[in-house]
């Protein structure tokens, strides 16, 4: 059964980065500040901390999966966030095995896996065209609130699901040995 | 070691090849999105506005008793603006019943106008959260008449175009989100002369927060204040959409043409009900569809 509750939840959490876009003040979207929603990302982060064993790869086959989601659903170009998010959490699975995971490692390396992935993302959109945005004003205007902001949703999803990926973990992987 | 070392850089170069090939397969222009496309789209935008339903009702809820607190003010100035709607309502009726007179004279039926179109009321439910994908998603596709390209519209005017359909949803791009590929013919009113001047928008400029209007002739008339309608001429959109208001007249770079910055009329910030506008005379493009077949 609880196989079946990260997948939902990741779905809810796309789902909503969309929907909270609505809802959020005028007057916050309105001015010049990029503020972009990683949600689905941040979890992925925790969800490759906390979940994954070393040997397993579930977060990143997530990550493949909500990131082509993410292209066709709120984007018009598709394999942008698919290959960023993969390549992130694939070299956040990878340093995990040196580090040890506790709350500050883990905010830290979702505030560099949020960097990492946004900077890559406009990266890519600057050869397309998408992005043409010079350096400083991406680096004021989106990188800076976009990591706040992302921040923020770490610490709310960290005190909510940290203890039940870990518990959700044992209960899959010790079933199996 | 090494030989995992080599498979993990094969995989990534793998990944590579599949991004640049997806991307080259998205960023062309197409008339329609594949079926696994539609899919993810209309599932996620139906569990939008699965979530957008209750959210919706409570934020109503806490704006309707913002709004009770003026009521009183507000109905007094209301009443005042009723007795001079009185008088325009008249004149308005009395000109309505000339038009279908002389239109009727010269045997011009409704489906000629350029003016007319088929009104679809949508509820906006989500947002690109990347911010340079200026675009909504409503809740109206393919299965209630919407197709690509049509205008949208909210109360107080032109909010953008359809940029992709799927059967239960579309998503909108919105005015500030346009540039040279996707350009509207408009005309700009002018209130001394009886001829309109038109022009046409050919983007968006994010310092000035405006659209970016070419005026096809020099026109020393066109002042700020004036407001700017789609003219009916692109083919796609019908005539008479509100699109903005004139901020300034300017010549562009080399002094050759007049441009003009427009501030558009509608909010694109605060959306939540939208109409999706079918035009009623065919689409340049359909009737070209139709001579080739």
Redesign the interface.
């Known amino acids: 059964m609880s196989r079946l509750y990260i997948p939902l939840l990741l779905v809810l959490i796309f789902v909503f980065e969309g929907v909270a876009y609505e809802f959020i003040p005028a007057d916050i979207t309105q001015r010049d500040l990029f503020i972009i929603a990683h949600w689905t990302f941040v979890f992925l982060v925790l969800m490759a901390l906390f979940y994954d064993m070393e040997y397993t790869y579930y977060s990143i086959l997530a990550a493949v999966i909500i990131g082509l989601m993410t292209d066709i659903a709120y984007t018009n170009i598709i394999g942008v966030y698919m290959f960023i998010y993969a390549l992130v959490i694939y070299f956040i699975h990878g340093i995990r095995k040196l580090l040890h995971a506790n709350f500050f490692v883990a905010f830290l390396l979702t505030i560099l896996g949020v960097a990492l992935v946004d900077m890559g993302i406009s990266f890519v959109y600057s050869f397309i065209g998408v992005n043409n945005m010079p350096l400083t004003g991406y680096m004021v205007y989106r990188l800076v609130p976009t990591l706040i902001a992302n921040a923020i949703a770490f610490i709310v999803f960290y005190i909510i699901f940290k203890s039940r990926l870990v518990k959700w973990a044992t209960v899959r992987f010790d079933n199996k040995k | 070691m090494f030989f995992f070392r080599r498979k993990r850089l094969f995989t990534?170069l793998i990944?590579?090849i599949?991004?640049?090939?997806?991307?080259g397969?998205?960023?062309q222009e197409r008339d329609h999105i594949t079926a696994?496309?539609q899919f993810?789209?209309d599932a996620?935008?139906w569990?939008?506005q699965a979530?957008?339903t209750p959210?919706d009702y409570v934020?109503n809820v806490f704006s309707n008793i913002d709004d009770v607190k003026n009521v009183y003010q507000e109905n007094q100035q209301l009443k005042e603006s009723l007795e001079q709607y009185q008088q325009t309502l008249y004149e308005v009726q009395e000109l309505r019943k000339e038009n279908e007179e002389l239109t009727s004279i010269i045997d011009k039926t409704e489906s000629d106008s350029l003016s007319s179109y088929n009104p679809i009321q949508a509820s906006?439910?989500?947002?690109?959260?990347?911010?340079?994908?200026k675009?909504?998603?409503i809740n109206k596709g393919k299965q209630d008449g919407v197709e690509k390209n049509m205008a949208v519209i909210t109360g107080t005017g032109m909010i953008g175009k359809i940029?992709?359909v799927s059967q239960f949803s579309s998503t909108i791009l919105l005015l500030n989100g346009f540039d040279r590929s996707n350009r509207i013919s408009v005309n700009v009113n002018i209130a001394d002369q009886d001829e309109d001047a038109s022009g046409f928008i050919l983007g968006y400029d994010e310092d000035r927060k405006a659209l970016l209007l070419e005026f096809t002739d020099y026109n020393e008339a066109v002042k700020a204040g004036e407001f700017v309608f789609s003219s009916g001429l692109g083919g796609v959109f019908p005539k008479g959409l509100e699109i903005g208001e004139v901020q300034e007249v300017t010549t562009d770079q080399y002094g050759l043409t007049q441009i003009a910055y427009v501030k558009p009329s509608s909010?694109l910030?605060?959306?939540?009900h939208v109409i999706v506008v079918d035009r009623v005379m065919d689409n340049a493009s359909d009737s070209q569809q139709e001579e080739e077949e």
């Open positions: 990534i990944g590579i599949i991004l640049v090939g997806l991307i397969f998205s960023i696994p496309e993810v789209k996620t935008g569990l939008q979530i957008h959210v934020t906006v439910i989500s947002r690109s959260p990347e911010k340079w994908f675009q909504v998603t940029q992709t909010d910030t605060d959306l939540q």
